[in-house]
């Protein structure tokens, strides 16, 4: 008889379970947490999009895995219309079950078990376990002219989570040409594209980068920021249609399928963009208050051109430390080695609190 080894033993441990005392310690201000460690929206989705999964609540059959054809279109139409990427049919683009879910399964979803996997050295937690999962040998890399040759897999994130920073055109030029040299595929997470503050973000598909053909190449895109639906778990794939399809395959005998009145939902969230440009004015304004704020308090923001999250060190503490020190003033941000070893040093500060807890988070920073 075998003996079995848990999946859960070769992951690590769940990130925001090892700062639970640190968040105990923060609530018992005074005045109550403030809660900067999450990127989960607090606003209302929008009232259009609200309806259009009502309207459709009733729909008792099973949902197409690959997406209807409507909501196919909206998805191809909404690349283009907001970031440029041209050229994709109807067959190159998938619905899934939000991005975590996808980011999670594509070195499994892609058959990649036993290969290299690589992702940023300071990198959102799931692409290693995505990785693990999948049993991939993990390298953390951010120059393709240092990667190893025989990677299978890359995991881009341009605006990156945490550190806000953008990757420019030639940098994901590089990566595509890694990508034609050794056969890898690319999977560019562009959750916060739209989100640009201090730098104009380009997606792996746009074909200044591409120059048209995105054999290798995937893009993930999700409607839970900018469109606040992370509670609806809208997420898409679009890029080589190839490899789409053989997602598609896999997921069809799987069920991972995005559920029907979801799937409306969506359609709604992306005919349209004014939301959009809405909740991004909300986003601008809360971070500039926190910008403000924080050297005033003896902090240091370092990136943090794009995305959601404000990527800050304190002279003389480490991540660890200076989230004690934020704790104590009642504010939970999250801590750099989340992300890796490269950003010990650095604190994660969210943007996505009401306009009354940033205003909140600024006056202790500045008490």
Not at 26 to 36: E, I, K, N, R, T
Not at 183 to 197: P, Q
Not at 305 to 326: I, K, T, V
């Amino acid at each position: 008889m075998g003996t079995r080894q848990p999946l859960s033993t070769v992951l690590p441990d769940f990130p925001w379970d090892t700062i639970a005392d640190v968040k105990a310690r923060a609530a018992s201000h005074p005045d109550g947490l403030v809660d900067l460690s999450v990127g989960g929206p607090v606003d209302d989705v929008p009232p259009t999009i609200q309806l259009a999964l009502a309207e459709n609540a009733a729909a008792p059959g099973y949902p197409q895995t690959a997406g209807t054809p409507e909501l196919r279109a909206a998805i191809v139409a909404a690349l283009s219309r907001r970031f440029g990427i041209e050229g994709l049919s109807s067959d190159a683009v998938l619905p899934t079950i939000g991005l975590k879910e996808v980011v999670a399964w594509l070195p499994t979803l892609l058959g990649l078990r036993g290969q290299t996997v690589v992702i940023p050295e300071v990198a959102y937690p799931t692409y290693e376990v995505g990785a693990l999962i999948a049993g991939c040998n993990v390298v953390r890399c951010d120059d393709p002219s240092k990667a190893p040759r025989d990677t299978a897999f890359v995991f881009l994130n341009s605006p990156s989570n945490p550190t806000g920073a953008v990757a420019s055109v030639e940098l994901l030029r590089s990566w595509v040409a890694f990508a034609r040299e050794t056969g890898a595929i690319i999977a560019s997470d562009e959750c916060y594209l739209y989100l640009g503050w201090a730098a104009e973000p380009v997606s792996l598909l746009h074909p200044s980068v591409t120059d048209g053909d995105n054999t290798g190449l995937l893009a993930l895109h999700s409607l839970s920021k900018t469109s606040n639906m992370a509670s609806y778990r809208c997420g898409m794939v679009s890029g080589d249609e190839a490899l789409v399809q053989e997602i598609l395959e896999v997921r069809k005998h799987t069920g991972l399928i995005v559920p029907g009145p979801i799937q409306h939902a969506m359609v709604a969230a992306l005919e349209t963009d004014l939301h959009e440009e809405m909740q991004r004015s909300t986003y601008a304004m809360r971070r500039l208050e926190l910008l403000k704020a924080l050297p005033e308090a003896g902090f240091t923001v370092d990136h943090s051109e794009a995305g959601l999250y404000l990527w800050a060190r304190r002279e003389g503490m480490d991540s660890r430390q200076a989230l004690d020190w934020l704790a104590e003033r009642g504010i939970l941000a999250a801590p750099g080695d989340f992300y890796g070893p490269a950003g010990a040093q650095h604190v994660r500060i969210a943007l996505t609190a009401t306009d009354e807890n940033i205003t909140a988070a600024a006056r202790r920073l500045r008490s």
